[in-house]
């Protein structure tokens, strides 16, 4: 008899609340660090700070990644619904991020304006939008993935789409660090290697979709 499943609404709700809540604190963090060092406006280049202030920052988001993570664990049961509530609260998370800036300090004035997204383990560049995509295609996937389960079709990835998705990820992360050295060096990014990110996000997301074919039913 095939199982009755339902899609677990309650967690989604607090993965979403969650991250709005996480999306604050840091957002908070920023508007107080940027009263400090950038009272005129956040803009490149960088200033330099103290490396104690650094390592504080990289201890930060190192702490944010595996609070994320957490509610990602413990939303779920097998390790791709919990990959999957991750990757929700990671990308629920960076876009309310943005938006608080928004609020709060009327920042970005555009989607195009540069920022430093992480820092680890070099400081990572680019445009908002480029973040703000990647986040929709987390959301969009831990969605599938979790309605899929729901449904009694859970997606069952092969070893090579993992690796390939892997790959996607870091051709993504390395057109994030082409402005690495540039910006350490005070300088200014000027170019976005919008090709490198396609690239990435052509391949990551079109592996997935390839993985959704594979047909695996739970029964009781």
């Known amino acids: 008899m095939e199982s009755k499943l339902k899609f677990p609404a309650a967690k989604l709700l607090f993965i979403i609340i969650f991250s709005i809540a996480m999306a604050f604190m840091e957002a908070a963090i920023v508007v107080y660090l ?13 200033k330099i700070i103290p490396l104690k202030i650094y390592l504080v920052e990289i201890g930060r988001e190192a702490a944010t990644l595996i609070m994320l993570a957490a509610v990602g664990w413990f939303s779920a049961k097998s390790f791709l619904s919990r990959f999957a509530g991750f990757v929700m609260a990671f990308g629920i998370w960076d876009i309310f991020y943005y938006v608080f800036l928004k609020i709060m300090l009327n920042w970005p004035a555009g989607m195009m304006d540069w920022d430093i997204l992480f820092l680890i383990p070099l400081p990572w560049v680019g445009p908002v939008l480029a973040p703000v995509i990647v986040s929709i295609a987390l959301i969009g996937t831990g969605l599938v993935i979790w309605a899929r389960q729901s449904q009694g079709r859970p997606i069952v990835p092969a070893s090579w ?17 082409t402005n690495a050295k540039s910006v350490m060096q005070q300088g200014v990014p000027v170019h976005f290697h919008w090709e490198l990110f396609c690239v990435g996000m052509v391949l990551g997301v079109s592996v997935f979709v390839r993985s959704m074919k594979n047909k695996q039913r739970i029964y009781a």
């Not at 940027?34 to 960088?46: K, N, T, V």
């Not at 690796?163 to 660090?177: D, K, P, R, T, V």
């Open 161 to 177: 789409h993992w690796l390939l998705e892997i790959l996607a990820g870091l051709i993504i992360i390395w057109s994030f660090l």
């Open 34 to 46: 940027r009263q400090l060092y950038y009272p005129g406006g956040f803009s490149f280049p960088l």
